[in-house]
């Protein structure tokens, strides 16, 4: 087998539609990978769409067509040679030619494409893709289908194209075309292999691999016994198994006494294993292929139990807490994204002490660097197939589309340990339930036959190592009409009324079991903001702000929300900083209830880590990769030990939750203090906890707290839970409760800070200052006389004096004057 890419020499031109003059006729250099979108944006002569509201300015791309040209100068075949082009992704309603003949129509990003064009080839060929509009695409096929419910304005239930890619709550309505993956020449002969599918597990300290092997035979020679050998070099492990004439699928089995075992993160480490995978005929080498893979079992227990009925993760046997983070694409413009920037992304997941992602079904199945990259961090990845919030047609075209992708996909995936979760879609089963759906649909299709029937079929012909959930939120195993599928006390639930409708306290109202979706919004760090949007724009009614701003009734559920806490501030800058602070006690507060109850709750997904442009969401972490405040209470709240104070039946309770291997011991200091921080009566207990255990302790001091006025605050060895009956607006802590002074030191600055009077949520919101700057803490409360030192690494020359400003050093007291 000779591989080539086939990535230089393109361009694309405009063949359809109103395009904007600038671009009409001109044939431009054109990225593969890539997406028409960041080529126009290279030409320089159109605005950024994510900036002001240029996304608008946009629109007429949606009904466009283009063209991608390139020669292709590869030799005629010889005689029993195969050529395939073999395009990775093409996004998404596109026509493949080789000098006007047509090769291949295609209706699906989500899909590989592999096109025998050896009878075309004469070493000076040009080959085109066409794209034509997946919009008007999808509206034929939603006329011809029948209009299905979906929870945006675009058909984009009729099109196998990234849902958000026709925007979302969170996100621009641009839709990308283009050939977004690789793309390759490939001449072999005899056989290749066509498909490689390592499952591994784990049976006591044995680790078994089964390498499953799809071979195509060319179909041009008559081709005998075939060889096929997987090894595992590191590990002196291999085997072999003989194709018989015609045969064209294979089992390797290799055993591994003894086996490195993979973990998640906080749980041990994560040994990787290459293997390698040849194909022969005879002593002629026909193929091969190297991946990587890893030792260690997987299962959800579903068993029922008092409460309902369990969703608990189990890797390697033991139970995982999932403190997870729901994904989506990491820039809406996917393939600007390098492997560095999933890296950083990563990166930041784990730094909020994230166990597992789950990666959304409106996005993509992603790139096998995300892959890679959780396999070596130990980050769990849930996978969402790709149906979100919509009904489904259960036909043709596009009943094989599904099919075909998650054949795929599912393959292409195995061999990650990082994966662990296949699941059937996002709030469909929900959807269906609660959402009016049934009396739209009158009887017609919506992607049960999908979620119950052709995916649970799929996997257990092509991985049953790993556990299937039909939906998120769903009770597996349990069909949505005998139990609600979102009911709180089986399998998943998202928890989406505290943030619609009431406030993150209604939290408190239930237990759910596995909690994979909930969240607050808040706008992007002040930075990115800024880049985002002119400085006339920085107001709550800009048009501008508000294109950013996609949540049905956003900043009014911000403010409402606020409202209940906070003063709402009439100034902008100090009402970023208090909608910041709401998303972050909001994030504590959920992730510390859902912890607080485990084991009866394994699973805390927060909706959602990361955004896709410069917008007000849900995410932690901004558009620009900066950290909001809530990134800060989501990593607190994720700690591996965590101290909280919860009610429990009227009262409330110091709670300990220790997600480690070892027994916790420690000493609690528990003290009543005013809102001026003054001690008014304290206590210390001693407190011990299991591994992996969680401790509800009554300490004396708390009697009486929820119905008083005074503050709590529970410190146990170096971290600090605070309490208030009271809602901040109603506490009269001192606005000017802090000192401070900042310098430079070696690679940033330092600022020092000091409580004169008790200072809630102290922050630095150093990316005020400079964008580059991040700080190494946030969110810190100190009774009077405490200080702290905030760290600000930058490499930005200002004066430090800038980072105690009234708009940059901030406490509870969401008001700057
Ligand atoms: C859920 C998610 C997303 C959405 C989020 C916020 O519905 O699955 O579809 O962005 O809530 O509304």
């Not at 030409?43 to 300015?57: A, I, Q």
């Not at 035979?217 to 096929?228: D, F, K």
Request: charged share 25%; hydrophobic share 45%; glycine share 8%.
């Amino acid at each position: 087998m000779i591989s080539k890419d086939l990535h230089a020499g393109w361009t694309v031109r405009a063949v359809g539609g109103d395009v904007p003059a600038v671009v009409a006729g001109r044939a431009l250099p054109a990225t593969v990978p890539g997406t028409v979108h960041v080529d126009l944006l290279a030409t320089g002569e159109l605005p950024d769409p994510y900036l002001g509201v240029h996304e608008s300015d946009w629109a007429w791309f949606h009904r466009s067509a283009w063209r991608y040209e390139t020669d292709l100068a590869e030799p005629a075949a010889e005689p029993g040679e195969r050529v395939d082009l073999v395009f990775e992704g093409l996004d998404t309603v596109a026509t493949v030619t080789i000098d006007g003949t047509e090769v291949a129509s295609t209706r699906n990003m989500h899909r590989t494409y592999r096109i025998d064009v050896r009878e075309l080839l004469t070493g000076a060929n040009r080959l085109t893709v066409r794209f034509d509009s997946a919009l008007e695409h999808a509206e034929k096929v939603e006329a011809q289908l029948g209009r299905r419910p979906r929870a945006y304005p675009h058909p984009v239930n009729a099109v196998r194209k990234m849902a958000c890619s026709f925007g979302w709550d969170w996100g621009p309505d641009l839709q990308t075309a283009g050939i977004w993956r690789p793309v390759r020449v490939q001449r072999w002969r005899t056989a290749r292999l066509a498909a490689v599918r390592p499952l591994a597990s784990l049976d006591g300290s044995t680790g078994r691999l089964a390498v499953h092997v799809d071979v195509e035979r060319s179909g041009l020679e008559e081709a005998g016994e075939l060889l096929v050998e997987a090894r595992l070099p590191a590990l002196g492990v291999a085997g072999t198994v003989r194709l018989a004439p015609g045969a064209t699928a294979a089992v390797v089995l290799l055993e591994v006494p003894g086996a490195p075992v993979w973990w998640p993160v906080g749980y041990g480490e994560q040994p990787l294993v290459d293997l390698q995978v040849h194909l022969s005929a005879g002593d002629r080498d026909l193929d091969s292929r190297a991946l990587r893979t890893a030792f260690r079992s997987v299962a959800i227990d579903t068993a029922p139990d008092e409460h309902g009925s369990r969703f608990t993760l189990l890797v390697n046997g033991v139970p995982v807490f999932v403190r997870g983070v729901n994904w989506i694409p990491e820039d809406h413009l996917l393939t600007r994204l390098t492997r560095d920037d999933y890296a950083a992304a990563l990166d930041r997941a784990l730094g909020a002490n994230v166990n597992l992602l789950r990666v959304w079904g409106g996005g993509v199945f992603e790139s096998d660097d995300f892959y890679d990259l959780a396999d070596e961090k130990g980050l769990l990845v849930w996978q969402d197939f790709l149906l979100a919030c919509a009904a489904y047609a259960e036909e043709e075209p596009l009943r094989s589309e599904f099919l075909a992708e998650v054949r795929d996909n599912v393959v292409r995936l195995s061999p990650h340990p990082s994966l662990v979760v296949w699941n059937g879609g996002n709030e469909n089963v929900w959807g269906h339930e609660d959402w009016g759906w049934k009396e739209d649909l009158a009887g017609a299709t919506w992607g049960a036959g999908y979620y119950d029937e052709l995916f649970p079929s799929l996997l257990a012909e092509l991985d049953p190592s790993r556990p299937y959930s039909p939906g998120s939120p769903a009770n597996p195993g349990v069909p949505a009409s005998e139990l609600h599928p979102n009911d709180p006390d089986h399998g998943t639930h998202h928890q989406w009324e505290v943030w619609n409708r009431e406030d993150y306290t209604h939290h408190l109202d239930a237990v759910p079991r596995f909690c994979s979706e909930f969240g607050w919004q808040a706008p992007p760090t002040w930075a990115t903001l800024t880049r985002a949007l002119a400085p006339e724009d920085l107001r709550k009614d800009s048009p501008a702000f508000l294109l950013h701003q996609k949540a049905e009734d956003g900043n009014g559920k911000l403010d409402r929300g606020l409202a209940h806490h906070f003063e709402v501030p009439q100034d902008f800058a100090d009402w970023h900083w208090a909608t910041q602070l709401n998303q972050a006690r909001a994030t504590s507060f959920a992730v510390e209830h859902l912890r607080s109850w485990s084991p009866r709750t394994m699973g805390s997904v927060l909706w959602q880590i990361n955004d896709c442009w410069p917008v007000t969401s849900w995410s932690v972490v901004d558009g620009d990769g900066r950290l909001k405040p809530a990134w800060y209470a989501l990593r607190a709240a994720h700690a591996p030990r965590l101290v909280t104070l919860q009610p429990r039946e009227g009262r409330l309770r110091l709670v300990l939750v220790n997600d480690t291997a070892q027994e916790w011991v420690a000493d609690a200091l528990v003290r009543r203090v005013d809102a001026s921080g003054e001690v008014l009566a304290s206590e210390w207990i001693g407190v011990r906890v299991a591994a992996r255990g969680t401790a509800v302790q009554a300490v004396p001091v708390l009697d009486g707290a929820l119905g008083g006025t005074d503050l709590f605050v529970a410190d146990v060895g170096g971290l600090r839970s605070v309490f208030s009956p009271v809602e901040d607006k109603d506490l009269p802590v001192a606005a000017d409760a802090l000192e401070a002074d900042a310098r430079a030191v070696e690679g940033g600055y330092e600022v020092r800070v000091r409580a004169r009077s008790l200072a809630r949520d102290v922050a630095v919101l150093a990316d005020r200052v400079a964008p580059d700057a991040e700080v190494d803490d946030m969110l810190v409360t100190l009774l009077p006389g405490e200080e702290h030192v905030f760290r600000v690494n930058s490499r930005a020359a200002v004066d430090p004096a800038e980072f105690t400003g009234p708009l940059v050093l901030r406490t509870s007291a969401v008001v700057s004057a």
